[in-house]
């Protein structure tokens, strides 16, 4: 069997296995068509159904498909039917039914895969009714090849379903968490006792937490007096080199050449002094 093919059967009996239990050794019903042809083609059943499922099986067959068997006189094929484990389906042997509608009788009960049976049918009338039931693997021979069909719809959806109910079921109700196999609810009750935990530091969190806004305004108001004077004389400030550029440039020129006329002025005064002193000193001279 290709790699390929080999990992997508392994998952998929891994959906089997966790969504709907089905536990080695798998119980596989074959119908009277895929031993007869099987066996024409010297293509060895048993091994086929372990090398696509990748596990121990168990064949069965139902009492009216081997029944079909026994109609068709081929020795060797209903002494190959013989070794299988019987499926009784209480169906008189005398008035046996279609393999279609015993199969469907004996895996679906009230719609259910009760039992956890894999069919291997060749028959694609009884593939599509039971596509139908969830939770039902299928296996079929593609010319010389055993295959098995991809999840159903329904077995999709099921399985989906039960995924999702898993992963709500451990988050919101911790005390559903411990009823599934032990190890799982050993892992879910693991995680309930640290999930609430954390939940109520979070809360706790909150309020105490600093809301940076609030922080701010408080700061503004309990010093008032410094900012508030600050902040007016930067709005005036503000507002005065706002008003116009002209203005500024009037007043800055007002400014420099009041500066200027004060420092000449101090110049002045130093000079003068400074004869002053000179005159000063020439004359104590
Ligand atoms: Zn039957």
Known sequence: MRQKRAKSYRKQMLVYHHNFKFREPYQVLVDDKIVCDTHKASFDLVKGLQRTLQAEVKPMITQCCIQA???????????????????????????AKAPLECLESVVSINGVNKHRYVVASQDPEIRSTLRKVPGVPMIFMNRSVMVMEPLSRSS??????????????????????GKPPVEESKGKA?????????????????????????????????APSETKTNAKRASNADSSSGTSSSRRRKRSHKSSGSRQTEQQDNTHVAATNGDHADAGAKSSN
Do not use: V, W
């Not at 068997?69 to 019987?86: G, M, P, S, V």
């Not at 959806?157 to 451990?170: A, F, N, P, T, V």
């Not at 939940?199 to 701010?216: C, F, H, Q, V, Y």
């Open 190 to 222: 693991s995680q309930s006792s640290t999930m609430p935990n954390s939940s109520a530091n979070l809360k706790r969190k909150g309020p105490k937490g600093p809301n940076p806004l609030s922080i701010k305004k408080k700061k503004s108001d309990a």
């Open 69 to 95: 068997i026994y109609e068709t006189k081929n020795q060797e094929a209903i002494d190959l039917a013989k070794t299988f484990e019987r499926r009784r389906c209480n169906h008189p042997p005398k008035e």
């Open 156 to 177: 999709d959806k099921i399985s989906r379903d039960q995924e999702k109910l898993k992963l709500y079921k451990g988050l919101n109700d911790p005390s559903l968490a």
